[in-house]
C-alpha cells in the first residue's frame, strides 16, 4: 500500500486529497495544526499540531512518519493576506512567506530520508505566484510568497531528479474554501481530483513544470 502526506489537511482542499486518495486505497497521514472530526472520518492517520513554520514541529512528523517510506508528499498548507499598497502589514507579509514559501521546503527537506525512490512531490502553490499572469496587484504577502514556492519547485525538481524522485507544482483553482471566504469557481472535491489528475500524470520528464488544475501549463 503506497503512502501519501498531505499538510493542511483539516480543512478545504487537504481535506478532500485525504478523502480521495483513501479511497485510491493509500495509507494516508494528514498533518494539520489542529484536527477536525470530517479528518478523523476519512480513515487517514492524523498528525495533529503539525506547524510547517516551527523546525521543531516538523522534526516531529518526521519521527511520527518512521519507518514509513513516503510515496506522495503534498504540501498543502497555506495562507491569505489580502495587502494593498499604503496599508500592508508587513507581519503579515512574513507570516504568508513563513507559510507558504519556507513550510514546504522545511518539510519536503525533513521528510527526504522517507522519500522512496520514484515518489512525487507536489507543491499546491497558486496562479497569483505568476509574474506574467499578475495584471491586477495587491495581494503582495501572498503573490510573493507563492512566487518564490514556485522558485523552490523548481530548484527541488533539480536536486531530488537523481533519486528519481519528480515535483509538481500546481493551482488548484479558484476553490470555494474558508481561505477564500467560501467565494470561488470550483468545490474542493472537484479541485482535489484535478489535481490528483496532474499528479499521476507526472513523471521525471516533465517534473518541475507549473499547471493549473485543469492541465494548462501556466507561465512563470
Known amino acids: 500500500m503506497p503512502t501519501a502526506?498531505?499538510?493542511?489537511?483539516?480543512?478545504?482542499?487537504?481535506?478532500?486529497?485525504?478523502?480521495?486518495?483513501?479511497?485510491?486505497?493509500?495509507?494516508?497521514?494528514?498533518?494539520?495544526?489542529?484536527?477536525?472530526?470530517?479528518?478523523?472520518?476519512?480513515?487517514?492517520?492524523?498528525?495533529?499540531?503539525i506547524d510547517?513554520?516551527?523546525?521543531?514541529s516538523v522534526r516531529r512528523l518526521a519521527a511520527e512518519?518512521?519507518?514509513?517510506?513516503v510515496d506522495l508528499l503534498i504540501n498543502n498548507a497555506g495562507r491569505l493576506g489580502e495587502e494593498t499598497l499604503g496599508s500592508i502589514d508587513y507581519q503579515s507579509v512574513i507570516d504568508q512567506f513563513a507559510t507558504n514559501a519556507i513550510g514546504p521546503l522545511r518539510v519536503t527537506e525533513a521528510l527526504l530520508p522517507k522519500l522512496a525512490s520514484g515518489a512525487k512531490v507536489a507543491l499546491i502553490t497558486s496562479r497569483m505566484g505568476s509574474i506574467t499572469d499578475n495584471t491586477s496587484g495587491a495581494f503582495y504577502g501572498y503573490r510573493m510568497s507563492?512566487?518564490?514556492?514556485?522558485?523552490?519547485?523548481?530548484?527541488?525538481?533539480?536536486?531530488?531528479?537523481?533519486?528519481?524522485?519528480?515535483?509538481?507544482?500546481?493551482?488548484?483553482?479558484?476553490?470555494?474554501?474558508?481561505?477564500?471566504?467560501n467565494h470561488g469557481q470550483i468545490e474542493p472535491d472537484q479541485s482535489a481530483?484535478?489535481?490528483?489528475?496532474r499528479i499521476d500524470q507526472l513523471t521525471l520528464e516533465t517534473s518541475?513544470?507549473?499547471f493549473h488544475a485543469n492541465g494548462e501549463e501556466l507561465p512563470w
Open 208 to 210: 518541475g513544470k507549473f
Open 5 to 49: 502526506v498531505v499538510t493542511g489537511a483539516n480543512r478545504g482542499i487537504g481535506l478532500e486529497l485525504c478523502r480521495q486518495l483513501r479511497e485510491r486505497g493509500y495509507d494516508v497521514v494528514g498533518t494539520c495544526r489542529k484536527s477536525s472530526a470530517d479528518l478523523q472520518n476519512t480513515g487517514a492517520r492524523v498528525v495533529a499540531g
Open 193 to 197: 481530483k484535478l489535481l490528483l489528475q
Open 65 to 69: 512518519l518512521a519507518p514509513k517510506s
Open 52 to 56: 510547517v513554520t516551527e523546525p521543531e
Open 146 to 181: 507563492k512566487a518564490a514556492l514556485n522558485a523552490a519547485g523548481k530548484s527541488l525538481m533539480h536536486d531530488l531528479q537523481p533519486q528519481g524522485i519528480a515535483v509538481i507544482i500546481l493551482h488548484p483553482g479558484y476553490v470555494s474554501t474558508r481561505m477564500t471566504s
